[in-house]
């Protein structure tokens, strides 16, 4: 994690882990912030949010994973790829998996096997109190602490009325993240949404970045990142990096031939 010895709390930067994108974000991502990854079909958005995760708990923060469409084996096994064992930092209370996926409307008997869940995504209070009591153990201790939200996009689903259940949410992250010197990622399929819904969710974000499905002239397929908005710092912002993932790794794409 990258830090500002001089500057206060609030200073504290956030790192990805991936150099080619921490130096355009200018060493990471603002203490208190809510951060948007939105991807478009067809693009692996996962793979960066998953490496923003592991990167904190590798640096000794806590975390949490709250998703919504996928069950936790498959986060279990992203991670493990990426030199992160979920099970044993489940088991010491530093990773807590909160569960959105299993049953999410609340509609039938499923039972998840995690001490936390979410059987109503239509109330942004029970996802946010949700949020909160998975680390009453921890209420009272000076920690860093990130979390992740996969996704935006099927809360705007569940919702009777979207835009007030998502700006309730996101509104209500950024009060915690002030509050406690914590960071949230977001992911949002971009493009399954209403562009003006898009816009507004942006606006309650401090940073957002774009990742698209690319391709080079042979093509191999590659991942687009564009940073496309850091409040308060527009030079941030600018032409896109390519990468490509191998062995688990996200490998910045360099060669000429890419378009």
Aim: aromatic residues 10%.
């Amino acid at each position: 994690m990258y830090t500002n010895p001089s500057g206060p709390s609030d200073k504290k930067l956030f790192s990805f882990g991936i150099p080619t994108l921490d130096e355009i974000l200018g060493g990471g991502v603002l203490a208190g912030s809510n951060v948007l990854i939105e991807d478009e079909i067809g693009a692996e958005a996962d793979p960066f949010i998953l490496q923003f995760l592991a990167e904190g708990l590798k640096a000794g923060e806590y975390g949490y994973i709250f998703s919504t469409e996928h069950p936790y084996e498959y986060y279990n096994e992203m991670m493990t790829g990426i030199g992160i064992n979920p099970d044993m930092l489940e088991a010491t209370g530093r990773l807590k998996f909160i569960d959105a996926f299993s049953n999410p409307f609340g509609y039938t008997d499923v039972k998840t096997s995690h001490e936390h869940a979410v059987h109503n995504l239509n109330q942004p209070r029970e996802i946010n109190e949700t949020i909160r009591r998975s680390f009453l153990h921890v209420q009272n201790q000076a920690i860093l602490k990130r979390g992740i939200v996969l996704s935006l996009s099927s809360i705007i689903y569940a919702a009777d009325d979207s835009k007030k259940v998502i700006f309730s949410f996101l509104q209500n992250r950024l009060a915690a993240n002030k509050r406690e010197g914590a960071v949230t990622l977001f992911s949002l399929h971009q493009d399954a949404h209403d562009p003006i819904l898009v816009r507004a969710i942006e606006h309650n974000c401090d940073v957002t970045i774009r990742v698209s499905k690319s391709e080079t002239k042979t093509e191999r397929p590659i991942t687009e990142t564009r940073v496309i908005n850091v409040k308060g710092k527009p030079e941030l912002t600018g032409e896109p990096v390519l990468f490509e993932f191998i062995s688990g790794k996200i490998i910045p794409y360099y060669e000429e031939e890419a378009f």
